[in-house]
C-alpha cells in the first residue's frame, strides 16, 4: 500500500491550492481518509477527515477555508484550501485507516494505517 500526496508549493497569501493523496493497492472506499500537518516546531495536527459515509469534520483554524472530498473510483483524497495564511505553512500529510483502533506512544492507531509521505505547503506574506 503507496499513498502518494501531491500539489503542494509556495503561494501568496490568500491564495489557493489543491491537493491531492491518491492510494494504491485495495480498494480503500470503507476506510477513514484525512489529512494532518506539521509546521516547524510543532506537533502534527488534523486538519481534515472524512468518514468513508462522507462525513467530514475540520479543525477549527480551517474552518470555512478548506473543504476534504474524495473519489473511491480514483482511491483519491482532496485538500482544497483558499484565502491561505502565512500560518498554514506546514508539510501536509494524508492518512487512511480503517479497523481496530488502539492508542499506542500517545496516539489513536488503527488496525490498517497508511500515511503519506507529505507535501510541503509554504504560504508567502
Known amino acids: 500500500v503507496q499513498l502518494q500526496a501531491s500539489g503542494g508549493g509556495l503561494v501568496q497569501a490568500g491564495g489557493s491550492l489543491t491537493l491531492s493523496c491518491a492510494a494504491s493497492g485495495s480498494p480503500f472506499g470503507s476506510y477513514t481518509k484525512s489529512w494532518y500537518r506539521q509546521a516547524p516546531g510543532k506537533q502534527r495536527e488534523l486538519v481534515a477527515i472524512?468518514?468513508?459515509?462522507?462525513?467530514?469534520n475540520y479543525a477549527n483554524s480551517v474552518k470555512g477555508r478548506v473543504t476534504i472530498s474524495r473519489d473511491n473510483a480514483k482511491n483519491t483524497v482532496y485538500l482544497q484550501m483558499s484565502s491561505l495564511k502565512p500560518e498554514d505553512t506546514a508539510v501536509y500529510y494524508c492518512?487512511?485507516?480503517?479497523?481496530?483502533?488502539?492508542?499506542?506512544?500517545?496516539?489513536?492507531?488503527?488496525?490498517?494505517?497508511?500515511w503519506g509521505q507529505g507535501t510541503q505547503v509554504t504560504v508567502s506574506s
Open positions: 492518512r487512511y485507516y480503517s479497523g481496530l483502533s488502539y492508542y499506542q506512544n500517545g496516539a489513536n492507531r488503527y488496525q490498517y494505517d497508511y
Open positions: 472524512i468518514s468513508s459515509i462522507g462525513n467530514t
